[in-house]
DNA sequence: ATAGGGTTAG
């Protein structure tokens, strides 16, 4: 009886992922092959290829592949196993000796490992072999054009979708263009790829004139709308796509989670979850991160913790998005224990992570830790610090108000300092009113970047902070004369399952005579309280939007109107704005939220602010 | 008897 492995060829192929055979359980494995006469079969010798191709044992995998007799089949299983390995650039070495002529299977197999290749490139990982990504995929894709089969729709497909993890749109439309009669899946893949690049209009044009979609289109549009951050219109689209009757299924549901995260729609995430469980879907770890993610940037944090701990297995993304959601919430103490439960864990942190750490600490004024972390990345886990990270320390000296340690820090920088280094001592210096130090960043900042706007808004508050007008509306002359152009702000608050969205100074609202009421009332009862708005018409918001006159108004202060009318008593009103909130924003909510005895959950660009009873939980410290 | 497009953290 031979072992259940030798039953069926399948079973022998090493599943994505696993570790590799053991090189005992791989000779025992041959042994029997051979004993029993399997290794004669085809299929069964290209199965055994596969898996010797799985991981380290492709010196045994040459060894015994040419003492049979060659056949295209056990070839291109050993190309396969080689794309889907952790070392994909391999198999362009096995092509390259293949005894036989490639078929268009061979080719599919070699283009998929471009593709993989190009997209650990793109995501500035280290490609292993430290191969030129673009050069292979141009090369999968000559062979394929040399041996015949650049016509193959697997392969071509394959090619756009190649190009397009390149971050090459133009080779992908090129690409895609030489296609005579493109079918659903090459369709698909070049929306995909337009979408990648940033041309999502484009995209939809193409989608849009599909004769026939299926889920993975739906997908790939949906994806490509919350790529851009257009994820009213993901969510939109997600609407149309359940009632096209498409299938819902893994893919889908992260992109709508990934959607209602970008703008806080915390009662669509929720149904989200409550229809994978409806569904008896299999929390796997990408959609269980996806929740993560979401509940966290719903400043639901607690339900983002239970997730995370009903999860059977987790990643590195899954503790990073923890651990990030955590330190967004202000909790800092709480997330550098998850990450110590990580360390322990044995999920070795990568670059991100350590941002998500150090972010938190600076947030929590753990100035000590935050080094300890720093100082960890390298020598305890391998990890190179990146700009960032000097930008996050140099962020957590600043902002403690060690504006001494934080010029000592970039003093002792062994790199040259970039954008983000100056840009924290810029913002520290406004938090701390030094002037000097603060026109130190910037003119530094300039330098690298003049066209930096959220730089000349930091300036320009930092003036209005200590009463400077002059120097408030100097800068606003640069930025002027120079056509600084500013990022708008926006945002969005959900009222029953629905997302409303506002501008600086907007009034498309179809309820916007009662919003104006509502400011009007808002205002009253403030100045009852003895609330003034503390600069007139200087301020900008902390970093883009623009005040112009007294009539305009942050966009907070729209949603957070609405809010107050459209929710009843009671209900905690939950704001996301894209942009951080300007201090006389954070001023006015606290007040809000005392005067009208509501609950006020506002994330901004970096983190949550909980207001209630006229506090708010970051303690005036961001 | 092997194959193509869509999904997670800053």
């Not at 995370?308 to 959601?325: C, D, I, K, L, Q």
């Not at 280094?421 to 530094?444: F, M, P, Q, T, Y």
Request: proline share 5%; glycine share 8%.
């Amino acid at each position: 009886m031979p072992p259940p492995l030798l039953r069926d060829p399948a079973t022998v192929l090493p599943s994505l992922g696993a570790p590799a055979p053991h090189p005992h359980l791989l000779r025992a494995l041959h042994a029997h092959l051979l004993v029993s006469a399997r290794l004669a079969s085809p299929s069964h010798l290209a199965a055994f290829a596969a898996s010797l191709a799985s991981a380290s044992h492709l010196a045994y995998a040459r060894l015994v592949l040419p003492r049979r007799p060659a056949t295209l089949l056990a070839h291109n299983a050993l190309l396969r196993a080689l794309a889907r390995g952790p070392r994909p650039g391999l198999s362009f070495a096995a092509f390259r000796h293949l005894p036989l002529p490639p078929d268009h299977y061979s080719l599919t197999f070699l283009v998929r490992a471009a593709a993989t290749l190009a997209a650990s490139a793109a995501a500035g990982r280290p490609v292993p072999g430290q191969v030129n990504a673009r050069l292979l995929a141009v090369s999968a894709h000559g062979a394929a054009v040399r041996r015949g089969h650049a016509a193959d729709p697997h392969v071509q497909s394959g090619v756009v979708s190649m190009y397009a993890a390149l971050g090459d749109v133009a080779d992908a439309r090129a690409a895609f263009a030489e296609i005579a009669c493109p079918d659903v899946v090459c369709v698909t893949a070049m929306v995909g790829a337009l979408a990648a690049g940033g041309d999502v209009d484009a995209a939809r044009e193409l989608f849009d004139g599909m004769p026939l979609r299926d889920h993975v289109a739906w997908n790939a549009m949906i994806a490509g709308y919350v790529h851009v951050g257009r994820s009213r219109e993901a969510l939109r689209l997600f609407d149309q796509m359940q009632r096209a009757g498409a299938a819902i299924g893994e893919a889908t549901l992260v992109s709508v989670l990934t959607a209602c995260a970008q703008i806080g729609a915390l009662d669509r995430g929720k149904w989200v979850h409550w229809y994978m469980r409806s569904r008896g879907m299999r929390m796997s770890v990408t959609l269980g991160t996806a929740l993560v993610d979401m509940y966290s940037k719903c400043g639901a944090v607690v339900t983002a913790m239970e997730v995370f701990e009903s999860m059977g297995e987790r990643n590195v993304y899954t503790w990073t998005s923890a651990v990030s959601g955590l330190a967004m919430n202000g909790m800092g103490l709480e997330c550098l224990e998850l990450f110590k439960r990580m360390e322990s864990a044995g999920i070795q942190p990568n670059g991100v992570t350590f941002v998500a750490v150090l972010r938190g600490c600076s947030m929590a004024g753990l100035v000590d830790e935050g080094q300890a972390c720093f100082d960890s990345m390298k020598g305890k886990h391998g990890v190179d610090p990146w700009l960032e990270h000097y930008g996050c320390m140099v962020d957590l000296y600043g902002r403690a108000g060690r504006l001494d340690d934080a010029i000592n820090f970039i003093n002792d920088m062994p790199v040259e300092p970039h954008e983000g280094v100056w840009g924290a001592l810029l913002n520290a210096s406004r938090i701390h009113n030094n002037v000097e130090l603060g026109k130190h960043a910037l003119d530094k900042l300039l330098a690298i970047e003049s066209q930096n706007d959220a730089a000349h808004v930091l300036l320009s508050n930092i003036y209005a902070e200590s009463q400077n007008w002059k120097g408030v509306s100097r800068v606003r002359g640069v930025m002027k004369a120079k056509g600084v152009k500013k990022v708008p702000g926006w945002s969005a608050i959900e009222v029953d399952g629905k997302v409303h969205e506002f501008f600086v100074g907007g009034r498309s609202h179809p309820r916007h005579k009662e919003i104006e009421m509502m400011l009007a009332e808002m205002g009253r009862r403030l100045r009852l309280q003895g609330y003034a708005a503390n600069t007139k018409e200087v301020l900008f918001d902390i970093e883009e939007e623009e005040k112009e006159g007294a009539i305009s108004l942050h966009s907070e202060k729209l949603a957070l109107a609405f809010g107050l009318i459209a929710l009843p008593e009671g209900v905690e009103i939950r704001i996301v704005k894209n942009l951080r909130v300007c201090k006389d924003c954070h001023d006015y909510t606290k007040l809000i939220s005392k005067v009208f005895n509501r609950e006020i959950i506002m994330r901004d660009r970096n983190r949550f602010h909980h207001f209630k009873d006229g506090t708010c939980s970051c303690k005036d410290y961001w």
